[in-house]
């Protein structure tokens, strides 16, 4: 393994409990508290039905923790990332479409229903985020649970 390569591992590795972890903490924080909290957040973007928001409101927060524990462990290291990537596309839509309707949001919902940062904060925070996931993405097969049962499936395999 050269240096390059090491530094890309590191990279990968780092950007999975980065965003696994932030998907894990935003997660448990709104499946903690009352559902209707976060399905007020949701309401105030007015992109969904809101005969939904409580549905989703209690859907939403257990997929960000799976998918984030998958994520830091690295069960299917990509298509965790893939997920992680498209939910964050889908909240930088629905921030976007708030900041260009200039919708009276006072809690993004991001991180529970407490009253967060500006709507383009968050926007930007989550732009890193999808960086680090795209990082998580391409070099984040190191110290994976997918890369250890593909060394064991190289190891049993006759030949």
């Keep these: 393994m050269n240096k390059q390569t090491g530094i890309k591992d590191l990279l990968g590795i780092a950007a999975r409990f980065i965003v696994g972890g932030a998907f894990i903490y935003a997660g448990w924080l709104k499946a903690v508290a009352p559902a209707e909290e976060f ?59 708030a900041i260009i309707r200039k919708l009276p949001v006072t809690s993004c919902g991001c991180f529970g229903a407490s009253k967060g940062n500006s709507l383009s904060h968050e926007f930007i925070q989550n732009l890193v985020l999808l960086a680090f996931t795209a990082l998580a993405w391409k070099y984040g097969r190191k110290l994976s649970i997918d890369s250890l049962v593909e060394s064991y499936d190289q190891s049993e395999s006759p030949g």
Excluded: D, H, M, R
Aim: include cysteine; charged fraction near 5%; hydrophobic fraction near 60%.
């Design 39 to 97: 399905a007020y957040a949701i309401e105030t973007y007015k992109a969904v039905p809101a005969s939904l928001t409580i549905f989703i409101a209690l859907v939403v927060p257990w997929l960000e923790i799976y998918l984030g524990l998958f994520l830091i462990t690295g069960v299917f290291t990509a298509y965790s990332a893939l997920c992680l990537g498209a939910t964050l596309l889908g909240f930088e839509g629905l921030l976007l479409q």
